[in-house]
């Protein structure tokens, strides 16, 4: 077995293919630079993280790249294994964005592990992702991905929310309120807020863009409406693990924001 994955990687290393690659990012790194360099000359203090996230995407999606070379080889259970370890990365991502939030990483990983897991099971039982490691992983990253980015973006805006509206959040308290009546509002906001990206995408199918699965599907001569179709089953996929997420994500912590005596918990609002 370590023979053939050795294999593996000294064969996809030695493709002449690469070289054409790495000449593409050296490009795309320049445009990435500017956009960089303008963050400094504007002062918008983002380069720092520009930087890093620019790099460590590059590390991690070729390294990424290399696995799943590697994993064509394996046994089917290793895809389970490797979705949970980026639903464990995907919680550490917003548990970034959810900083000062409490129980912010126990939210956040069965929300992401809740609403991506869900729907993966259930499409792979209606067959919409093949049972096979060369489709679970790529289709089942991009729904984890979503769903991280929709769940940091609920827990973002549910922070500043709370954050905003202390005062009026422990008037309601001081009059009786149930918390989750005075909190109900700032959770159906930041639930709101984190499906717009999703929305637009879902109103812009096909009218604005063509998303690059579909386009793959096409130029690899597939029937252009089956592509149509499986496109909006990913976007449809995205959706619905993006949207469990952030409701589950929202309620959990619009449940931990509060002490056992009903009084908001002190809060970072990340500034």
Known sequence: M????VERLLEQLSDPVLLTG?????????LAAIV???????????????????????????????????????????SGVILLSMMGGATWISKERGEGLPGVVRVSFVAIA??????????????????????????????IANAMQINSLALDRFRGEIASNRAEIEAGLALGAPPAA?????VQTGVRASLIPVIDSLKSLGWVWIPGIM?????????PIYA????????????????LTSMTSSLLIGKYVFTEAEQLR??????
Do not use: C
């Open 2 to 5: 370590i023979e053939t994955v």
């Open 22 to 30: 790495v000449t593409q990012v050296a490009a795309a790194g320049a």
């Open 36 to 78: 960089v360099g303008l963050s400094r000359f504007r002062g918008l203090a983002l380069e720092r993280e520009l930087g890093v996230a620019l790099a460590r995407g590059l590390v991690q999606i070729v390294a990424m790249g290399s696995i799943v070379g590697v994993l064509l080889t394996v046994d089917l259970v290793w």
């Open 114 to 143: 809740l609403g991506s897991g869900l729907v993966i099971v259930t499409m792979t039982l209606a067959g919409a992702i093949e049972a096979t490691v060369r489709n679970l992983v790529p289709v089942g990253s991009m729904i």
């Open 182 to 186: 005075v909190v109900s509002r700032h």
């Open 215 to 223: 386009a793959g599907m096409i130029l690899g001569g597939e029937n």
């Open 228 to 243: 149509a179709l499986y496109q909006f089953v990913i976007m449809a996929m995205i959706f619905g693990a993006g949207g």
């Open 266 to 271: 002190e809060i970072d609002d990340g500034e």
